[in-house]
């Protein structure tokens, strides 16, 4: 199969773990035969720097004619005063909303071996196997009016919370399709006690769940579901949330997996003409400029974005498993960096993408 990636790598650390995810994907592309073009942009602080915008036209269009994108991270220090479209962050939104990436996934399963990396007691953590399904192109983020006004003790603020029906339907509908392929359990997440926005998400969820009969649907408030994540993480198979809910309780429950490096994530939109879906795969962490460059990033959260896409994007299932297979031996043998290794020799970046590329080769 031809793929044509746009690889973004970003800033901080997201250059070096996107340096060894491309290389497990050149690995992979190698070993099944596959014809790989890879095609670099700038996104985020560095197009800020070199281009002046964080998401430069010539990203875009490359975006736009890929099969798939890879990031890294996005954020530099400097920008926290800046207008929001002049910040790195703004890059990584416009691009979600130019792709129509309306579904960010995140899953979540405790590795074996990194059960005591958990900061949480082992009977707790044990077993925790979740995909996190966040609505990514509606809400607060995007939500019109915006921005801040007056001056001195007049100053105020607004942002504006706005969904559409076919905005949570959608999103609705791609986690009920997932829970069919897993536990059959979907739990929504919202604020409809309070909130008008939360009401109607609440009831369009419902409309979409009575076309999955075989899928059970269970509600929760945004503030019971952070505390459940703590108390009961087993008890969640597919987490249906929207756009700022989910962003706070992924990153909640990245905690739980021993390391946000771990985390890998798929932001998919529609089905493309040739039956795969527009994907742009990421891991959660952020860039993290205070290690980057220092061979100490945790690559595996990006070699798992990997994995996602070899599946959602390319259908390529058998590839797809090599890459998690690999990560779960390496894991099992005790290369770790140091996020994950209380004591001992950590293992570096270009460490951990050495011994996936390794693991992959030995499988196959």
Not at 238 to 250: A, H, P, Q, R, Y
């Amino acid at each position: 199969m031809k793929m044509k990636i746009l690889v973004l790598s970003g800033d901080g650390i997201g250059v070096d773990v996107t340096r060894e995810a491309v290389r497990v994907l050149r690995h992979i592309a190698r070993t099944y035969g596959h014809d790989l073009q890879i095609v670099e942009s700038l996104i985020g602080g560095v197009a800020i720097r070199e281009a002046g915008t964080p998401l430069p036209e010539e990203t875009l269009a490359n975006a736009l004619a890929a099969d798939a994108t890879v990031m890294g991270a996005v954020g530099m220090p400097g920008y926290e005063k800046a207008a929001p479209e002049k910040r790195p962050e703004w890059g990584l939104l416009q691009l979600r909303k130019a792709l129509c990436v309306y579904a960010n996934l995140r899953p979540i399963r405790i590795h074996p071996s990194l059960i005591e990396s958990s900061p949480l007691k082992n009977s707790v953590v044990e077993g925790t196997d979740m995909v996190i399904v966040r609505e990514l192109t509606g809400g607060i983020y995007y939500g019109t009016p915006r921005g801040r006004s007056g001056v001195g003790t007049a100053r105020r603020a607004v942002n504006t919370m706005a969904y559409t029906y076919p905005e949570i339907e959608r999103v609705a509908r791609m986690a009920f399709e997932i829970a069919r392929g897993r536990r059959k359990k979907v739990t929504s997440v919202d604020k409809s006690n309070v909130l008008e926005n939360s009401e109607l998400w609440h009831a369009v969820v419902e409309e979409v769940a009575a076309e999955f009969p075989d899928v059970a649907l269970d509600h929760l408030l945004v503030d019971n579901c952070a505390m459940q994540l703590i108390l009961n993480p087993r008890r969640f198979d597919v987490l249906l949330t929207e756009n700022l809910f989910g962003d706070i309780l992924s990153d909640e429950g990245a905690v739980l997996a021993g390391s946000i490096g771990m985390l890998p994530s798929a932001s998919l939109g529609d089905l493309k003409a040739s039956g795969f879906r527009v994907g742009l795969y990421e891991p959660v962490h952020g860039s993290a400029p205070d290690i980057a460059g220092q061979e100490k990033a945790n690559p595996l959260g990006a070699i798992g974005s990997i994995a996602i896409m070899l599946e959602c994007s390319f259908g390529m299932k058998t590839e797809s498993a090599a890459v998690n297979s690999a990560i779960d031996r390496i894991l099992r043998g005790g290369v770790m960096t140091a996020d994950l290794r209380p004591a001992g020799r950590p293992a570096t970046t270009s460490e951990i993408g050495d011994a996936i590329c390794a693991a992959i080769e030995t499988r196959s």
